[in-house]
């Protein structure tokens, strides 16, 4: 490592010009990666309700579909408005009520049961089909074409208008984030660093190491949206405090060293062999997020541990070439800082660790169970906000028309009509079915064969399967949907064994499965990857435990605020938090623990060893976190995102919590345990 400082020290013309080209292939790479906005498609590929969208896709052509409200619109018209959207590129079909009864005959005529699905107060529902899966970028598109050609006449539903408008809120605030992220963190740096430059230098140094990261993305094909706006505020505070420790290192070697580049070298070696543990462990806690069966971990872990690797490389590299060329004026822009002293604190922790002690232990149990039972939703449409046109259209389907969780049944051709006939009675005496509907049963409403188009039969039938549109009363992932589920489920199954319930409410209840599942695995993975990183740094068996324990604590209280609150999170928030809050707070923990041991074996009392390890490090920890806590706490205040602002928020207030536990609660646990530690 030092000829590689050295190396750096004397190419710093070199490091720039490799920065420069890296940064250009970075944007292509950003053009490049697609941006994935529909969460349902990180769901396994081998479930069954995953293997029933593809045969909708494969064998009906349906790829997607809208439930579209058309509000104050005559049906001549509304067969004029089919015809346009049908000519939309990835548009499938387009169908109305009027395809099938005419607009010459009175809507009296026909059957009450059959004209309430489609019209109600001036209201008609127009089903749309798409050549292609939810989240296409051919789907989106027409989405957002059928938006331009219906005007405000059309409300368009479904999970792709959600899609799209999540997409169009996602870009609109992303720059903000990283705004609010950067002018945050921006203030706690130069309150903290004694130079008005250094902090721009450092945070223009991890603004491209997040370039980089976020460039490098298009070898992965596509990213999520939540993983995109959440990399750059991430990567900033988990990578800050290994620029301030180089930077602090460089400073303190000027100060033993004439030649500043001599002097740099030296930092960046101290830099490396000081952050090599702490990064590692940051690293190993995001990968963690691949065990995830639902595979937004992956994305979200390889992102981000990606990010970290690269932020340490850059802190190593292109940090220290932007402080040697900019020394100069470094040294010119130097204040005083604004420098917290911890003195009455840690001497009051050091006097009373006992208590703490005894205070921590009480409080364990009871915070654990407040994170065990805090409480989440699946349902997307309750991450976004009210006002989105596709929100308003779901509320318009499910208050005027009652459709609030359409699912289709996929069943093999060959089943004669009479067991599928006998199998909707069975269906539509089940608890909150609303109406099940197939090709026979439109007949046996009084629609004969002749009245049908043509584009109706594709849609019921295929080569190998015949389909069957039924609707429930019941809200998409509530527990009376998915019971629902598994009753029908049931029912069709005796008839066909290789039979699927497919459309979002299967699919979320799916997800609510899986989630629960990884909610388990991820924390226990991520502890157990930690600690074995941990045994390996520290090169003992008991301070691991002690401070995966001190920082489990801090997750469980971090929970725990949103369990009393009252809180209700989305999914996601609690699966991702606990090892990003672990994975980004186990350097504090790694800084005191490491510090006070060497106090020890020079020959210390425990207590002047904590008292000096505890004046030594709080001031960088506090920073840090601080830090941590301003690249993420605006975010969650402004996003209209929930799933990005509640996890922002979670994140922000962990690392207030995190650092609270390793300044307080960290040197009692050390000092209760100062026997097995220091043997």
Do not use: W
């Not at 009450?112 to 749309?128: A, F, G, M, Q, R």
């Not at 010119?332 to 917290?340: A, D, S, V």
């Not at 046109?389 to 069943?411: C, G, K, M, Q």
């Not at 509530?478 to 497919?502: F, H, P, R």
């Amino acid at each position: 490592m030092k000829k590689f400082g050295e190396f750096i020290c004397e190419h710093v013309k070199f490091v720039f010009i490799v920065s420069l080209i890296l940064l250009l292939l970075s944007f292509i790479g950003i053009k490049l990666t697609r941006i994935n906005y529909d969460i349902l498609v990180y769901l396994p590929e081998d479930i069954e309700t995953i293997k029933g969208q593809n045969i909708l896709t494969d064998d009906f052509n349906l790829g997607a579909f809208s439930v579209t409200v058309i509000e104050n619109m005559s049906s001549k018209d509304i067969l004029k408005l089919e015809q346009k959207i049908s000519e939309v590129e990835g548009v499938n079909r387009v169908v109305s009520g009027y395809d099938i009864i005419g607009t010459t005959l009175p809507l009296e005529m026909f059957p009450s049961e059959l004209i309430d699905k489609i019209h109600k107060n001036d209201s008609d529902l127009l089903l749309i089909t798409f050549n292609d899966s939810t989240s296409t970028e051919e789907t989106l598109s027409a989405v957002r074409e059928i938006k331009e050609i219906t005007n405000s006449s059309c409300k368009i539903g479904g999970m792709s208008a959600m899609v799209l408008d999540t997409m169009d809120l996602s870009e609109k605030e992303i720059a903000i984030y990283v705004i609010i992220a950067v002018a945050l963190c921006l203030l706690v740096l130069e309150l903290s660093i004694d130079s008005y430059l250094v902090p721009i230098l450092l945070l223009a140094n991890i603004g491209i190491a997040i370039l980089f990261n976020l460039g490098s993305n298009f070898i992965l094909g596509n990213i999520s949206y939540i993983t995109k706006a959440l990399v750059a505020v991430l990567q900033l505070g988990v990578t800050t405090d290994f620029s301030i420790f180089l930077y602090h290192s460089y400073e303190n070697k000027k100060t033993k060293y004439k030649d500043k580049k001599q002097a740099m070298s030296k930092a960046i070696t101290e830099t490396f062999q000081s952050v090599i543990g702490s990064s590692l462990t940051t690293i190993a806690g995001f990968l963690v997020l691949c065990t995830m069966r639902l595979t937004l971990g992956t994305d979200l872990g390889i992102v981000m541990a990606k990010g970290v690797f690269i932020g340490v490389i850059c802190v190593v590299t292109l940090f220290p070439a932007l402080l040697l060329l900019f020394d100069k004026y470094i040294e010119k822009t130097k204040h005083k800082t604004l420098t917290i002293k911890f003195d009455r604190l840690n001497n009051f922790v050091i006097k009373h660790y006992k208590t703490i002690f005894t205070i921590f232990i009480c409080l364990l149990i009871p915070a654990y169970l407040a994170y065990s039972k805090v409480d989440v939703y699946y349902k997307i449409d309750e991450s976004l906000p009210k006002d989105l046109d596709s929100i308003v259209a779901n509320s318009i389907l499910s208050e005027r028309f009652n459709i609030t969780s359409p699912e289709i049944i996929i069943l093999d051709r060959n089943i004669k009509p009479k067991q599928v006939n006998e199998m909707i009675e069975k269906i539509e005496k089940v608890d909150g079915i609303d109406f099940v509907l197939s090709y026979s049963k439109i007949k046996e409403l009084g629609i004969t064969e002749d009245m049908l188009p043509d584009a109706i039969t594709p849609i019921f039938e295929s080569d190998k399967y015949q389909m069957l549109l039924l609707n429930s009363n019941y809200g998409i992932a509530t527990n009376e949907l998915n019971n629902q589920i598994e009753e029908i489920n049931a029912i069709i199954k005796s008839y066909d064994k290789n039979s699927i319930l497919a459309g979002e409410g299967p699919l979320m209840k799916d997800l609510v499965t899986i989630s629960d599942n990884d909610f388990k695995s991820v924390n226990t993975s991520s502890i157990i990857c930690i600690l074995i990183i941990m045994l390996i740094v520290l090169r003992s068996l008991a301070l691991p435990f002690l401070l995966i324990i001190a920082i489990e604590f801090a997750i469980f209280a971090n929970m725990g605020f949103a369990y009393f609150g009252g809180v209700i999170l989305p999914f996601v928030a609690p699966i991702v938090l606990g090892t990003i809050q672990l994975g980004a707070t186990i350097d504090y923990a790694i800084l005191m623990t490491t510090t006070y041991i060497e106090k020890r074996k020079s020959g210390m009392p425990k207590k002047n060893a904590m008292l000096e390890t505890t004046s030594y490090c709080s001031n960088s920890i506090f920073v840090s976190g601080m830090c941590f806590f301003a690249a993420t706490f605006g975010v969650g205040v402004y996003s209209e995102l929930e799933m990005v602002g509640a996890l922002c928020t979670l994140i922000s207030r962990g690392a207030i919590i995190s650092m609270i536990a390793v300044i307080m609660i960290l040197p009692s646990i050390l000092l209760m345990f100062d026997d097995v530690i220091c043997m």
